[in-house]
C-alpha cells in the first residue's frame, strides 16, 4: 500500500513536472542571446519553452511568464509565476525618465532579474519582491573544440548598432587606416547602414542570425571588435560579444571603458584599446600586439542560471520539479 502510494506520488510529480511550462516574452527587435540558452537549460529538465510577443500571452497561458523589460502591465492568471528581467538601463534619450517611467508602470512580479548590480540600483524598486542577478555568458561547447577555418573576413563586429556611434567605426573601413580591410557587420536592422554604406565593397552586412552560425563567422575572422560609448548605461554592461570572441580565440579589439577594464582585471586577457579618436586603429599597429584570453571557465550559461536564484525561486513555487540537480 505505502509502496503504491509513493508510485502515485512520482507520476504526479512527473506529470507535474512535464506539465510545467514556461513563456519568455519580448517584442523580438533585439539581440537576446540568453534566451536560447534559457531555452536548452529548462528543456533539458523537461520543461516546455515558448518564445512569444507580449500579444500572444493570455492565448497561451503559460505556468510561468519571463518578461524581458520594457514594460509590462498585463494582469496575471491565477497561479501564474511572473518573472521580470532587466537586461539593462534605459539607454539616452531621456534615459533617467525612462527607467523611473518602468519602475512606476510596471505590474508587481513574484520575482526580478537583473544584469549586475549597477541595473539592479538604477531601478531601484520598493518593495519586497525577490530578486537575483543573471550575467551573460557563453555555451560551454564553444569553450571546446574551437573550430579554426580559413579566415574569410579581416574584422567582424556582431550585436546592436544604434546608440553605439558604429559610423565613426565604419568610417575608418570607409577613409581611413583600414579602407583596404574587409569587415563584416552582424547586426539586424541594417537597412539604413546598408544604403549608407553600399559603395564600399570591403564592408558587408548579414543578420539576424542563427547563434551557431554567428560562431562560424566569428572563427572566419582574424580580429573581433568590440566598440561601445564610454557612456552610461552602455560602459557598465557586460559585453556578450566579446565574451563570445574570446570563447573563439579571436584577438579582440575593444573601445575602452569601465566594464572591459574591471572584467580585464579579474578574468585576465589582452585587447588593443582603442582611442577615442581611433587614431592608433591601423593594421600595422595589430600585428606586433601580443593578444591574449581571459579565463572563461566560470562564465558559461548553465552557471550563470545556476547563479542567479531562479532556480530556487521555481523549485518553491512548483513543488515536486528539481531544478537545482545537475
Given at each position: 500500500?505505502?509502496?503504491?502510494?509513493?508510485?502515485?506520488?512520482?507520476?504526479?510529480?512527473?506529470?507535474?513536472?512535464?506539465?510545467?511550462?514556461?513563456?519568455?516574452?519580448?517584442?523580438?527587435?533585439?539581440?537576446?542571446?540568453?534566451i536560447p540558452a534559457y531555452q536548452q537549460y529548462f528543456s533539458s529538465k523537461g520543461i516546455t519553452c515558448e518564445v512569444i510577443k507580449p500579444q500572444e500571452l493570455a492565448l497561451l497561458k503559460p505556468d510561468v511568464a519571463w518578461h524581458f523589460m520594457?514594460?509590462?502591465?498585463?494582469?496575471?492568471l491565477p497561479k501564474q509565476v511572473v518573472i521580470h528581467e532587466y537586461t539593462s538601463a534605459s539607454v539616452?534619450?531621456?534615459?533617467?525618465?525612462?527607467?523611473?517611467?518602468?519602475r512606476w508602470v510596471n505590474a508587481r512580479p513574484d520575482y526580478r532579474l537583473f544584469l549586475n548590480q549597477h541595473v539592479e540600483q538604477v531601478f531601484s524598486f520598493k518593495d519586497d519582491v525577490p530578486y537575483g542577478f543573471r550575467d551573460m555568458g557563453v555555451p560551454a561547447a564553444w569553450l571546446d573544440n574551437i573550430p579554426s577555418p580559413?579566415?574569410?573576413y579581416?574584422?567582424?563586429?556582431?550585436?546592436?548598432?544604434?546608440?553605439?556611434?558604429?559610423?565613426e567605426l565604419l568610417n575608418v573601413f570607409t577613409e581611413g587606416n583600414l579602407k583596404n580591410r574587409m569587415l563584416l557587420v552582424v547586426t539586424r536592422d541594417y537597412?539604413?547602414?546598408?544604403?549608407?554604406?553600399?559603395?564600399?565593397?570591403?564592408?558587408?552586412?548579414?543578420?539576424?542570425?542563427e547563434h551557431a552560425h554567428i560562431r562560424e563567422l566569428i572563427c572566419q575572422s582574424k580580429f573581433a571588435i568590440n566598440f561601445m560609448p564610454d557612456k552610461n548605461p552602455f560602459n557598465q554592461q557586460t559585453s556578450t560579444k566579446l565574451l563570445e570572441y574570446a570563447a573563439c580565440r579571436i584577438p579582440i579589439i575593444t573601445s575602452d571603458y569601465?566594464?572591459?577594464?574591471?572584467?580585464?582585471?579579474?578574468?585576465?586577457?589582452?585587447?588593443?584599446?582603442?582611442?577615442?579618436?581611433?587614431?592608433?586603429?591601423?593594421?600595422?599597429?595589430?600585428q606586433g600586439f601580443d593578444f591574449a584570453f581571459p579565463d572563461l571557465s566560470s562564465w558559461?550559461?548553465?552557471?550563470?542560471?545556476?547563479?542567479?536564484?531562479?532556480?530556487?525561486?521555481?523549485?518553491n513555487q512548483f513543488p515536486g520539479i528539481n531544478l537545482t540537480a545537475s
Open positions: 500500500m505505502v509502496e503504491g502510494g509513493l508510485h502515485s506520488q512520482l507520476n504526479l510529480i512527473l506529470q507535474l513536472y512535464k506539465a510545467m511550462r514556461i513563456a519568455f516574452i519580448h517584442h523580438q527587435q533585439a539581440f537576446l542571446p540568453e520594457g514594460t509590462d502591465n498585463q494582469k496575471k539616452p534619450p531621456l534615459a533617467e525618465l525612462k527607467n523611473l517611467y518602468k580559413a579566415k574569410v579581416d574584422f567582424i563586429y556582431v550585436g546592436e548598432w544604434k546608440h553605439r556611434g558604429i559610423h537597412d539604413d547602414l546598408l544604403h549608407q554604406y553600399r559603395g564600399y565593397v570591403n564592408i558587408s552586412f548579414k543578420g539576424p542570425l569601465e566594464w572591459v577594464r574591471s572584467f580585464q582585471q579579474q578574468y585576465g586577457g589582452r585587447y588593443f584599446f582603442l582611442s577615442d579618436d581611433l587614431s592608433g586603429f591601423a593594421w600595422e599597429n595589430l558559461t550559461w548553465d552557471q550563470q542560471i545556476r547563479r542567479s536564484g531562479v532556480n530556487a525561486f521555481l523549485e
